[in-house]
């Protein structure tokens, strides 16, 4: 993919990506119960998005906390599609994400190519990462291969480099790690974010990523807000996800006058 798909895909040359974190899902420890409530809760979320101007939505299990490395679990799988289809169906010419946290690519295309989603996210695509999972080994000959082999061609994988919550089991050198993701691992896109959701990405990385992925866009995935917004014009698009939520808490709704004025802002951009 080349930043010149961005504007059909997304309606702009540098699309904003607000996050939709789902509370906890059937089968996590936290689940309360109802999925009419966490279906409730996600709609609020992606009205609130959309009418406020973001470019895209990504449906995260945010909530299903402690994660599995990869999940396979049918109640998971089950209840992404529920809630995937449900945001499709009310905005059906939005760009629409799938993220199974931590790394379940399997489940996200699966997923996605039924809910008509554009695309992924996927943390661990090359490499292995040290993460609160233990070791997490990046499978992209399995993930283009499945891709391809359930017809889902089309899906996009924008994959993180580096992904938060995390470090490489051995630091390599970050420009040659953005060409092998891709051109061995196929990424579409690359995802460039801090150690945490609160931090944005260093401005430096951001560039050497930029340069070495030679037009493959690079995307911001962490720290995007009202007080870091000058970071959004070194990237070609951003995850707009913790500065949604004023008081930092995920659990919390998104907040409509932030993302309205952080709209606002990038406009100005």
Known sequence: MKVNELAPMFGTEKPIMGMVHLPPLPGSPNYG??????????????????????NALIVENLGDYPYYPITIEPETVAAMTRAALEIRRQYPNVALGINILRNSWKAALAVALVSDAQFIRLNVLTDAMVTDQ??????????????????????KVFSDIYAKHGGPLVRRN?????KEMVHRGMADAIIVSGEESALPPDVADIQQIRKAAEGTPVFLGSGIGLKTIDCVRYADGSIFGYGTKPSGDMNDPVDAGVVHAFMDQVRRL
């Open 33 to 54: 119960g109802s999925m009419r409530a966490v279906l409730d809760h996600a709609m609020a979320d992606a009205d609130t998005l959309v009418q406020n101007g973001v």
């Open 174 to 178: 970050l420009q040659t790690v953005t």
């Open 134 to 155: 233990g070791v997490i080994q990046g499978e992209a000959h399995l993930v283009m291969r499945y891709r391809a082999a359930i017809g889902a061609g089309h899906v």
